[in-house]
T-cell receptor, first 115, second 115 residues
């Protein structure tokens, strides 16, 4: 069974720092990996999706990398801002069985960026 | 940008009562999902739905749960006889046509509180 782990569980940094959030997964047979943002009491906003054949994806100040063989992904946030404060979730879609999209989630990293 | 909408945002129900959670997926999407997140826990997959039938369900999705697409726009999750442990945030998600390289788009969730 796929297990997704995210470290650190929480991170508190001053504005302007560059950050790295880590995600690892136990079964490397994945179809893709998605990073989400979750604000308190809100839904999940998809930030980036990386296909298993890709090494990285970029969107603005966000860059996500994927090392499928070692079961790892990182989310890099450049020049962090207080508005980046949220919980960041990593989720993988297994390349086994149904391809309709059973996502396996990590517990998330709770990020606080203070001015 | 089109979005997944869920109603109600918060539902309070007595234990043993039936509850229906409603979702309107993005209009041209064909794959639909329900997930839940118990407070402090990971987001967990419940069920996926395509072509008017369940394509996959998790061990959580027992006989107390059912899903339906009663018309061309709504997607509902029914819990027949609620238990205290059903208290959670329930998320609906949808995905567009094509391979699994399309991201899943999530709604803001319904917070279900069982008393």
């Amino acid at each position: 069974k796929q297990e997704v782990t995210q470290i650190p569980a929480a991170l508190s940094v001053p504005e302007g720092e560059n950050l790295v959030l880590n995600c690892s997964f136990t079964d490397s047979a994945i179809y893709n990996l998605q990073w989400f943002r979750q604000d308190p009491g809100k839904g999940l906003t998809s930030l980036l999706l990386i296909q298993s054949s890709q090494r990285e994806q970029t969107s603005g100040r966000l860059n996500a990398s994927l090392d499928k063989s070692s079961g790892r992904s990182t989310l890099y946030i450049a020049a962090s801002q207080p508005g980046d404060s949220a919980t960041y979730l990593c989720a993988v879609l297994n390349d086994r069985g149904s391809t309709l999209g059973r996502l396996y989630f990590g517990r998330g990293t709770q990020l606080t960026v203070w001015p | 940008e089109p979005e997944v909408t869920q109603t109600p945002s918060h539902q309070v129900t007595q234990m043993g009562q039936e509850v229906i959670l409603r979702c309107v997926p993005i209009s041209n999407h064909l794959y639909f999902y329900w997930y839940r997140q118990i407070l402090g826990q990971k987001v967990e997959f419940l069920v996926s739905f395509y072509n008017n039938e369940i394509s996959e369900k998790s061990e959580i999705f027992d006989d107390q749960f059912s899903v339906e697409r009663p018309d061309g726009s709504n997607f509902t999750l029914k819990i027949r006889s609620t238990k205290l442990e059903d208290s959670a945030m329930y998320f609906c998600a949808s995905r567009g046509w094509g391979q699994s390289n399309q991201p899943q788009h999530f709604g803001d969730g319904t917070r279900l509180s069982i008393l």
